[in-house]
């Protein structure tokens, strides 16, 4: 510690040296925390380096660690990828929301008819694919596809037949 503290010093300071180029005792002792005599700035100076420490090689992974850290590796992409195709369905959303907006002005009613089809289609493709995504993710928990909703389950014993059917007298 009184090695490295000289070592610290900045060379040709006349804070941290003397005239004689040798370090001053009380800013060794201040940096140290306790006094120091010169004899023991001396024997400090004097006293060979201590060799540095190599840094070890890391050691070889298990296979059990080399599968951990593909598993999450693995996760880490998936989550990304998932990212990703959340992003591609907002674009294609925004793509067909401007592509129905630009063209409604201009076109035909058989045009008009075709471009909502259009995207009640890619609306329902977008929904099947959700749907696939929520059963593969049942299927991965090991829930039934056939569960009921929490909306369901709560209506049922109020009504006896579900959610409420609007725009019926029942």
């Known amino acids: 510690m009184l090695k490295a503290a000289i070592d610290s010093l900045e060379k040709g300071n006349p804070k941290h040296f003397t005239n004689d180029d040798q370090p001053r005792v009380d800013v060794v002792s201040e940096m140290v925390g306790r006094e120091v005599s010169r004899k023991e700035i001396t024997e400090a100076m004097l006293a060979p380096q ?73 609306q329902n493709e977008i929904r099947m694919a959700k749907a696939n995504e929520t059963n593969e993710i049942r299927k991965k928990l090991g829930i039934p596809s056939n569960v009921k909703s929490p909306l369901d389950l709560a209506m049922s014993p109020q009504r006896g037949k579900g959610r409420p059917k609007f725009g019926t007298n029942t």
């Open 50 to 122: 201590e060799p540095i420490a190599r840094a070890q090689p890391a050691p070889e992974l298990t296979a059990a660690e080399k599968f951990r850290e593909a598993d999450q590796l693995m996760n880490e992409k998936l989550r990304q990828l998932t990212i990703l195709q959340e992003e591609i369905k907002a674009i294609e959303y925004q793509r067909v929301t401007l592509e129905q907006h630009a063209g409604l002005t201009q076109r035909t009613p058989q045009q008009d008819t075709d471009a909502r089809m259009k995207y009640i289609k890619k």
